[in-house]
Structures are given as C-alpha cells and as structure tokens.
C-alpha cells in the first residue's frame, strides 16, 4: 500500500473573509433579529420568519437557541399540521413496498402530509396575528405560511441525517418510528422525505434570504441567501471537489484507511464515496470558516451550466455519473449482484434508466480476482435453484467457481459490467467503481456465508436477480466485451490517450491519460467526472486563467463542469518528472 495526502475536507473558496459567515447560536440570532428589524409585512398581515428545514434538522434544538434573541409573539411548528403518523404510513406504504431495500420512485409532496383541516386552523391563526412577529419552523413552514417576510433554510447533508439514523436521534419525516432499524429509516428517507423535500428545496432556496447549516448543532452557520447563490455560481465555473465519506462493511478491507488518512476505530473500511453528488456534501469557504451544503444543490441551482445542455435534456436535475471506492484489501468479496435491466428498472421501480458500471483497479494483491459473467453451457435455472439452496438453513455453499467466470485482476486493469452481469470483487482488491446513478438498486445473489456488521444476514434479492441475469453474457462474450478493452486515441509529445470503457450498451464512456507533461483536455459542452490514478499530485489549470489553478493528489475524484471548456491536466509537486494518469468519464451523448 502507499500513503498520500488525500484531501478529506476538499472546499470551494467563497469570499476571503469569514464575517459573511455567522458563526454560533448568538451570532446567528442577531443576524436574524436585525434582518427582521429591516423587514416588514404586508398591513393587516403577521412578520412571519419562515425556517423551512430539510428532514432530519434538530427543531427541538433550533427553537431552544433561537428563542431567547428572538422576540416572536408566537412559536409555530409545521410539522404540527401534518396528518397523524398513522396516516402518513398509509400514504407512502405503496412507494415503500415491503421489499427492505427496494420501493418506488414516486411524486409524494410535502403538501401532501399537511391535514387539510390543521393547515386551515393554522392559517387562520396567522391572520388573527396582524402585524405580531411570527417564526415558523419545520419541513413545510414555507407552505404553511407561502408569503413569509424572511426565509431562512436550514439544511442537512444526507449523511449526517443517516448517522442521526443509526444513533436513534431521528426518525422519519412524519413518523414516530424513531426506534426502527437504521436501514428502514434510511429506505424510508431515500424513496419518501428527500424526493418529496427536494422539491420543495427547488422552490424556496432560490429566493431564501438565508441558509443555515446545521450539519453540527454545536457549531451552526449561517450565511445569505446571496452568499449562497455567488458560491454555488463560484463553484459551477471551476473543477471542484466534494466532500467525500467512508463506512464500514462486512467486507471491508484497509486500503482506504491508508491511503485516505482514516481515523480508527472500525474495524474496515469497506465503501468510499468519492463522488456521489445526491448524497456527498460541498464546502464553501469564508475566509478560515466552512459552510457545508449538499452538493446536489449544486445541481439544482445550476443544471446547464453544470451538466451541460444534452446532458441536462436527458437527466434533468440528476447527476448521472458516479465514482465510489469499494475496499477488499485484507477483507473479503463483496456479494456476488446483478443490476437490472433497463425495461425491469422502469417497470418494477419507475426508474428512468439503470445502473450500468465498472470497476476500475486501483490496486490488487497477487492473488484477486473478479467474478464476471457466466462459464459458457452454464444451466441458469440448475445456478438459480443453487442460490436459493444456499440461502436456507443448512444449505450447501453456492459453487461459485461452478457458475461464474473468475478473471486475475491487476492494477489498472478495467472491467465492464452493463446491466444485466453477474458480478463481484474478491478480496485484495482496491476497485474505483465508475457508474451510472440510479440509485439504490443492486440485487445481492449471494454472501458468502457472512453476516452484516448488526450480526444479522444481509437481505438477498435472489427473485429479482433472477429476472434479471443475462444468459448470453458468458466467458468468450465476457472476455470478447467486457475485458480490458483498451483502445489507443491519440497521443502529444507528452502524453497519451486511451479509451478504456464503457460497453456500448452503457452511456458513460471513460478515458485514460499517461502523462509526464501537460495534457490538453475540453468538456465538449458536457460533464466530466476525473480520478488521479497514478501520481501523488497534479494541477488542473485554466489556458484562459479562467479559474485558479486547482491542485488534485492521488486517488481524488474531481468533477469538471461543461462551462469549463478548455483545462489542462500536468503532473505537480512530488509528481513532478513522473508519469501520471487520470481516469476521466463523461456521458456520450452520440453514438
């Protein structure tokens, strides 16, 4: 293994001053009551103070600090207008299913978990409160109350939600199931609140006059809404990188916790999210002072700019490319999956389009390897009863080598999975999975006899595995496709160009740079998405010195937005006189 100095905390810098940002509880507040001081309604209307908060935002807390400095006639929270919690359970029980992984994308509001009739009682107290200062907090108090003197809101990275998950802190957005397991809550969140919260989101950042961050409520922030929108139009202009975070796994191995510097304390690290902008988070900078925002507000604020145009007319406001670490060194294979078909994807689970991949090896040990495809004449229905032999008390082991093509995986070596492939990693590897962002559905087959880290056996979805496991796709098709399909490009004095991937059934294409010198590189009006794969360190500049030199370290995943146009790529620092190499994917928009 080798060490680097990977950037955990990567950030985009703002404003050179930190005085733009509020720092703390009492700073905060007085930057509200002054705000509100300059405010004014409408006549006959209350001053309402609007704190319209992503699911998860500790309210119990944010009135508790607020309060004292705030001298409101009346305290109101949204949430207490939503329909019981039995009733909300009914109402998204068809988008969850009963699957314990799996439910359905769907078009559920936050409108829709008001009751009508509280909504109304609510309504009605305000217009009883003329000219009194009223604060509403919740997820919802922009609706409650759609014409607020000032807004303020308060946001959530994904991750910290999860993690207030698994303590216990939270449960879901109008529910009382504070005590169910983390990954229900999480399923809960992923297909119900966060669709139904970023909708909202769509509406009220734009003209919010405040975003508070309240990723750490020992030390909240807050900025303008203006200071906002100048980083988010900051950012979409220069190569960027987000906040990336790890965890744990029952395959997890020690390559990640090495090279990216990793506290201890688990026992693995088995996942790296290096570049998963729905659920990473961004950093802005003010002056020494962070303010942490999801990223994909990015993408909500500034799709075209980001994305480009073709890009933008297919996903929309989804970020479709995905870079992520799966560690195994010195842990073990990860399950052997399959993803779904495309038809499968938008039939079962409303999906527009599927997960398609690959992993790139970063590094392996002698000895890995990577389950690929089907052995040729393999008797699919004879593996499928096997699977399901091995998934009952007492059940043989599944003969993997009896089934599946197992292929020597070195460093640098590139393995294509469309959907469809049987696939895994075995153990000692260190794979950069690069895919398409679809996101939650992959459909374990088999374990390897192991538990989760919670002690209890993973789910297998070996029914729609089934459905969706590719016949044709065996060891002369795999090798022929799928295999180290390296082709030359073009090339400069000091460096080269190879296309690595994907199939032809994929819609990312990716391409590998070896460089010792400056490398020409232009997004052609759409987004790319980079990885260091060799070499402590590089610098991605501007011909046109149109952004500030940006300087990346060995296996940092970069995003570089269609705006950008030309960048070049050389190698920097310890690198210098050395041969680097960054793997590169972008959606192909044409054939």
Known sequence: MRSSNYDKFPFVPVAAKADACQTGWPAITEALRTALEAASSAPGQPLVLAVECYPGTNLELLQQQLRPGLPANQWLVADDYYRRPAEIDLLVAGS????????RLNGLLIADFFDPERLHQAQETLATAAGQLVVLVGTGATLVYPAPALVVYADLARWEIQLRQRRGEIGNLGSDNFTEKANLKYKRAFFVDWRAADRLKKQVLPQADFLLDT????????????????????????????????DPGPWGGQWLREVCDLPDGPANYAWGFDCVPEENSLLLGFGEARVEIPSINLVFAHPRE????????RFGTEFPIRFDFLDTMGGGNLSLQ??????????????????????YLLAAEPDAVVYLGLK????????????????????????????????????????????????????????????????????????????GLDGRPRPIHLAHGAANIAPDRTTTWVTDHLVNHVEPVACGPDWREERTGLHEREFIETRRHWFTGVVPHHTQGGVQVLNLVQGAEAL????????????????????????????????HGPATGTECATLKAYVRTQP
């Not at 696939?423 to 590897?429: D, I, K, T």
């Open 96 to 103: 969850l299913t009963n699957d314990p992984v799996f439910g």
């Open 215 to 246: 990723n750490d409520s020992t030390v909240p922030k807050l900025i303008s809404g203006a200071d906002l929108r100048a980083g988010l139009a900051a950012t979409v202009r220069r190569p960027f990188r987000v906040v990336p975070f790890f």
């Open 306 to 313: 980001l994305l480009g145009e073709a890009v933008h007319g």
């Open 338 to 359: 399959v993803h779904p078909l495309t038809e499968y994807a938008h039939d079962q689970f409303g999906l527009a389009y599927t997960q398609d991949e690959s992993y």
């Open 376 to 451: 040729e004449n393999v008797n699919v229905p004879a593996m499928v009863a096997d699977l399901q032999r091995a998934q009952e008390d007492g059940g043989a082991p599944f003969p993997a080598a009896k089934y599946i093509n197992e292929f020597p995986a070195r460093q640098h070596d590139h393995f294509l999975i469309p959907a469809g492939t049987i696939h895994c990693s075995g153990a000692n590897a260190m794979v950069l999975e690069i895919s398409a962002t679809p996101y939650i559905f992959t459909f374990k087959l088999w374990d390897w006899e192991r538990l």
């Open 540 to 571: 991605v500049e501007s011909p046109s010195q149109a952004f500030e030199p940006f300087v990346v370290h060995y296996a940092e995943t970069f995003i570089v937005p269609a705006v950008v146009g030309a960048y070049t790529i050389r190698p």
